[in-house]
């Protein structure tokens, strides 16, 4: 068996083991090593996972981390969901409408599709339950709108896709990924009107909840410190007034000052314990893309990734045909794995069969992350349906039927943006930005 096979076999049978997927990119690398490789080679390893972090751009992740737990913990979402309320009025949806669009702006501040799911979940979850929508709906509808977060910037898998592709601008990224997110979102939004009419969940004025409208004039100025947080980021971005990385350190400071001292519902104990949660998730990831440094290395040395370009792209001539195969994959891939992982694995695979075709590096780069926002909310994993089924105290399987609904919506949105690559290319061209 070659060693290509041998590395392939282990990571693979290391997570159906149940093994961490870091610990099997490690491991499978390791053997991978071993098999084809001088056993002293190994010690290459410490090298290869200090060299897969020591990136610059990989400051921005625990930053943007950080900063969606301190715009959840400042009282962001509620004040979010008054001002949308006020905007939607009481009607049939008007709750689901509001949920899918607090979900698109929190994803503009925390770039983490679970954070903007839990968020908005606390906030809204009680509120669409009295007003008549079954929770299973409700949960379903938050994860799917809190996947967005991976397209509209700041988003931090767009963030690693930049680092793991030679030569591609974040910023052009950044830009491409926000008319996508947003068509995402109104693919959303369609269905989610539509069943609540049908059903007649949140009957109209006088229905109850729904009838308590705040007022435009007080919501918005309470939200205003919010709406103002994707604006400080891309404007600041657009302008040249920083980089990527220093938005990220601008959007830390930025909620602390509003949760401390505008909404004042943050402590500075509280902003203490932030840092501590942030440093523990920030860990899991910054372990990931370590180790997966081991198993990037080997698989190079030993001509795995280039072996196996070479079979996808020998598949067959058209180029359109093997897209639809590559998302088709990807989508199985975010079923079960986080995004961060997808891109590890995938990405020195993808390399060669992207430039053998020619395709757009930005453009492409927006169809993995609209693939990847799909299987968020896609069972058998589907990390943000988890988050919202946990808030919700339902079942994941109860959120099946209606998770099916969502995916083929924004599928609907993944196949125009495929057919129209200028829906994500047009807004970093007129910014300016290599494309």
């Known amino acids: 068996m070659s ?30 090593i071993l098999a084809g490789l001088s056993p002293s080679m190994l010690a290459t390893l410490g090298t290869n996972t200090y060299n897969g972090i020591a990136k610059y751009p990989l400051i921005a992740i625990p930053l943007f981390i950080l900063t969606g737990l301190i715009f959840e913990r400042a009282g962001v979402a509620a004040r979010l969901v008054r001002f949308a309320q006020a905007l939607i009025g009481p009607r049939h949806g008007g709750l689901a409408v509001v949920a899918v669009l607090v979900c698109m702006i929190m994803g503009g501040m925390s770039g983490s599709g679970p954070a903007d799911a839990a968020a908005v979940a606390m906030v809204m979850l009680p509120s669409m339950t009295r007003a008549g929508y079954p929770k299973p ?144 998730i920030s860990g899991v990831v910054m372990l990931i893309i370590a180790l997966a440094g081991i198993f990037a290395w080997s698989g190079t040395m030993l001509g795995t990734f280039r072996h196996l370009a070479e079979w996808i792209v020998g598949l067959t001539d058209n180029g359109t045909l093997l897209l639809i195969l590559i998302m088709l994959a990807v989508l199985l891939a975010g079923m079960v794995l986080d995004a961060i992982s997808i891109y590890l694995i995938m990405m020195p695979i993808l390399i060669p069969v992207m430039q053998h075709f020619g395709w757009n590096p930005v453009w492409f780069g927006i169809l993995l992350a609209m693939n990847i926002a799909i299987g968020q909310f896609t069972p058998p994993v589907a990390v943000n349906l988890m988050v919202t089924t946990e808030v919700a105290k339902i079942r994941l399987e109860q959120t099946v039927g209606w998770a099916l609904l969502f995916v083929v919506a924004m599928a609907v949105a993944l196949a125009l943006v495929a057919l129209f690559p200028e829906i994500a290319l047009w807004l970093p061209r007129v910014l300016g930005y290599n494309v």
């Open 137 to 280: 709906f409700s949960a379903t509808l938050i994860a799917a709108s809190a996947s967005t977060a991976i397209l509209i910037p700041p988003s931090v898998a767009l963030i690693l896709y930049s680092i793991v592709v030679p030569g591609v601008d974040l910023r052009a990224l950044f830009a491409a990924g926000l008319f996508p997110g947003i068509l995402a979102g109104l693919a959303l939004l369609g269905p989610a009107v539509l069943v609540s009419r049908r059903h007649g969940w949140e009957g109209g004025v006088g229905g109850g909840e729904a009838a308590a409208r705040p007022r435009v004039g007080e919501s918005f100025r309470q939200a205003l410190p919010a709406l103002f947080a994707p604006v400080l980021i891309l404007g600041g971005l657009r302008s040249g007034l920083f980089t990527p990385t220093e938005a990220a350190v601008v959007a830390v400071a930025y909620g602390a000052l509003v949760g401390l001292f505008l909404t004042r519902e943050m402590r500075w104990r509280d902003l203490w314990e932030l840092l501590g949660e942030a440093a523990v």
């Open 3 to 32: 060693p290509d096979l041998w590395m392939l076999l282990a990571f693979v049978g290391l997570l159906i083991s149940g093994v961490p997927v870091a610990f099997a990119l490690g491991l499978g690398g390791a053997v991978g």
